[in-house]
């Protein structure tokens, strides 16, 4: 599973709006909808904020694993 496939993924069983977290990330809704549509990615730091909600690992985030933990 690809970024894209695995946000939408995450923020539906959140049960939360695209726009909702558009707005806790400081970022438009539009470029929300590019991030699930994989028509963009985001840079790093907002990487480490998205995982960092979800509680899941960047490596779960991108498709590195199928694993969700953070190693600690």
Known sequence: MDFS???????Q???VRQKDLA???NITPRTWRFYEAGKREPNIASLIKIAD???ISI???VGRTDN?????
């Open 13 to 15: 069983s959140k049960k």
């Open 68 to 72: 969700p933990q953070i190693n600690k």
């Open 53 to 55: 909600y979800f509680g």
């Open 5 to 11: 496939q695995r946000l939408k993924e995450l923020r």
């Open 23 to 25: 707005e806790l990330f």
């Open 59 to 61: 490596d779960f985030l």
